[in-house]
């Protein structure tokens, strides 16, 4: 079944600690993004990716990096966790540009 | 630069009521138009969106949308609450003629009442 996927659901974690959000999709979807949603308030772009070995920053500046080695896989890495990372991580695909997004189911992060 | 305003942070309804959720957008040429619905604990789910076809697109679970130039808005309604349209929605903008990156809105959360 296509569907897009991400790990770990809920994470915590001490400050400092470095973590990979994980999130694949089986869609076949050369587009995807990370977005950071916090309560009330609008998803923050965080990285996007329109292919393999292409990927962007967002207009959200989080200390993170992300890579795309393969298309299917889009991995988000904070090298330094702090508390002010504490949010929800969504990832998100689209087939292309313009066209919907379909979103993983997130991963809450919480940073002590 | 484009933007989304989702006109109250809260609505509450009755069950069997109507619902009605704003959105207000700015662009400067004319947008795709999106809503989606996050239910608890799960990522947002496309509930139905306009790409410059007919102004009124009908979406899931009884849901539809009317795109109104004029007014630059896209609202949303329902005909009939049910107890499972509670839930956050998210109205997002487009441009096509830039990077089609969507921008949201803030969310608005449905309430209803039995």
């Known amino acids: 079944e296509a569907d897009i996927y991400q790990t770990p659901r809920y994470l915590v974690i001490g400050t400092g600690k470095k973590i990979t959000l994980e999130c694949s999709q089986t869609?076949?979807?050369?587009?995807m993004y990370w977005y950071q949603q916090d309560p009330g308030m609008e998803l923050h772009l965080i990285h996007y990716s329109y292919g393999v070995n292409s990927t962007e920053k967002g207009d959200l500046s989080s200390e993170s990096t992300v890579s795309r080695i393969r298309t299917e896989h889009f991995p988000l890495t904070l090298e330094s966790a702090r508390p002010s990372h504490t949010s929800q991580y969504l990832c998100?695909?689209?087939?292309?540009?313009?066209?919907?997004?379909?979103f993983g189911p997130g991963t809450r992060l919480t940073v002590l | 630069a484009q933007s989304v305003t989702q006109l109250g942070s809260h609505v509450s309804v009755s069950e069997g009521a109507l619902v009605l959720l704003r959105c207000n957008y700015s662009?400067?040429?004319?947008?795709?138009l999106f809503w989606y619905v996050q239910y608890p604990n799960q990522g947002l789910q496309l509930l139905l969106k306009y790409t410059s076809a007919a102004t009124l697109v009908k979406g899931i679970n009884g849901f539809e949308a009317e795109f109104k130039k004029s007014e630059t808005s896209f609202h949303l309604t329902k005909p009939s609450a049910h107890m499972s349209d509670a839930a956050e929605y998210f109205c997002?903008?487009?441009?096509?003629?830039?990077?089609?990156?969507?921008?949201f809105g803030r969310g608005t959360s449905l309430i209803v009442h039995p």
């Open positions: 998100a695909s689209s087939a292309s540009r313009g066209s919907e997004q379909f």
């Open positions: 869609m076949g979807h050369d587009k």
């Open positions: 997002a903008v487009s441009d096509p003629g830039g990077s089609y990156i969507p921008t």
């Open positions: 662009s400067s040429v004319p947008p795709y």
